[in-house]
């Protein structure tokens, strides 16, 4: 059976429509809510190592964009994986955890290709 962990924020319209294509799926996963659960250093080193700092980091959302603009300027994976660890709502989201490459946002066709699925 394939561990799935699912990461993210639970009220997130994009979390939503994640968990129900699994549930619609039959696939079972772990919900992780990085805000309420938080996220440990080692989880998103290993995200900005598949996808780079630049991907994880949310810098859309309201959480980033309220940042003073000097904590903004000069970002480099240490920076990013800071203000991360201090606020997890700016982690781009969701992140799926499979014994196969972890992916990063949500997209159907990617989902079902992790999962073996047609669309």
């Not at 699912?6 to 009220?11: A, E, H, P, V």
């Not at 696939?27 to 309420?36: A, E, G």
């Not at 994976?77 to 989201?93: D, G, N, S, V, Y």
Request: proline letters at 5%; aromatic letters at 10%; glycine letters at 6%.
């Amino acid at each position: 059976m394939m561990t799935v962990t699912l990461y993210g924020i639970k009220n997130c319209d994009t979390m939503k429509k994640a968990m129900s294509w699994l549930k619609d799926q039959g696939i079972d996963y772990v919900f992780h809510d990085y805000r309420k659960d938080g996220i440990t250093r080692a989880h998103l080193e290993r995200w900005c190592a598949v996808w780079g700092w630049e991907a994880v980091l949310n810098r859309a959302g309201t959480t980033f964009r309220a940042l003073p603009d000097e904590q903004k300027a000069n970002l480099d994976t240490e920076a990013a994986i800071a203000l991360m660890l201090a606020a997890p709502a700016m982690i781009k989201r969701p992140v799926l955890e499979t014994p196969a490459p972890v992916q990063l946002g949500f997209k159907p066709d990617l989902y079902a290709a992790v999962f073996g699925r047609g669309e």
